[in-house]
């Protein structure tokens, strides 16, 4: 699928937002670009403004690197870019052209201390009833793959917009104030199994260790997340319906209108 059109990357409703890129890759309208090369070096330290910059920078093809593609479509270069973080569909390319989205870089990066998982809303544009966005809450000891998106002020906007759907404040564009984010470079990481989330009746944490890092943290100040205010996520007897545990289908059919919400300011700390 990368390295070809984004309208021949795989997309159904019943399946969103899976699957999403496996590597990073540079996302244009006419096609998917493979950035199968970083000339960058490791680093345990945060990484924030110039840094930030230089690290992303770093990303590329076997020809060129990231800003010389971003050059070569026209496009806003790094530094004119702000990271947001993109945790369901708009990470995946066939909804990027959809929206006419433009060149933009999709990194993986990984969570910790928090989690995917969904809305407790509807979207009906695509289908009947409609297709569950996703959103974060809290996971004390949690970890899964995530995307970043190195998004221009134009692109955050469009980003905005078209998950309101014309309904303002539906979501909330926010700085996290807890759990971690910080690039992955091991395409094979998986996530805890639904067995190793433990629950005391309160709370769900998850006590396996976590892997060793592959990448930096983002320091939290330079990330911009968009979470659901309307309703928050969708709460399961007191605990969260993961995405990496129940999929867009089993959790529509199986668990949803069958429960309540979480608030969204319940279950995750902002700054």
């Known amino acids: 699928m990368e390295g070809s059109s984004p309208r021949q990357w795989p997309y159904a409703s019943s399946n969103s937002p899976l699957p999403l890129p496996e590597h990073p890759v ?14 960058g070096e490791m680093t345990d330290e945060s990484v924030e403004g110039d840094a930030l910059h230089a690290y992303v920078r770093s990303y590329g093809t076997q020809e060129a690197l990231l800003d ?6 026209g496009a806003p270069l790094v530094d004119e870019r702000r990271p947001i973080l993109l945790q369901g569909e708009l990470a995946n390319p066939y909804r990027l052209q959809e929206m006419n989205m433009g ?5 993986p990066v990984r969570l910790e201390g ?3 998982t969904w809305a407790d809303g509807l979207d009906p544009r695509d289908a009947y009833p409609g297709v569950h966005h996703v959103t974060l809450a809290r996971t004390p000891g949690w970890w899964e793959v995530s995307h970043l998106g190195l998004a221009s002020r ?3 906007k469009i980003v905005r917009d078209w998950l309101d759907n014309g309904v303002r404040s539906t979501w909330r564009p926010v700085k996290l104030g807890e759990g971690a984010v910080r690039f992955e470079h091991d395409a094979t990481l ?13 709370t769900e944490r998850v006590s396996v260790p976590t892997p060793p890092p592959t990448g930096p943290l983002i320091s939290l100040d330079a ?30 059919d199986g668990l949803f209108r069958k429960g309540s919400s979480h608030r969204w300011d319940d279950i995750l700390t902002l700054r």
């Open 114 to 116: 928090i989690c995917r």
């Open 103 to 107: 060149p933009l870089p999709l990194l």
């Open 154 to 156: 134009e692109q955050l």
């Open 190 to 202: 998986q996530p805890p199994s639904s067995s190793d989330v433990e629950w005391d009746g309160t």
């Open 26 to 39: 540079l996302f244009t309208n006419q096609r998917v670009i493979p950035l199968d090369r970083f000339a």
């Open 223 to 252: 990330l911009l997340a968009v979470v659901h205010t309307r309703q928050g996520c969708y709460n399961h007897r007191g605990r969260l319906a993961r995405c990496v545990h129940v999929h867009q289908r089993a959790f529509h």
């Open 68 to 73: 010389e593609l971003l050059k070569q479509e």
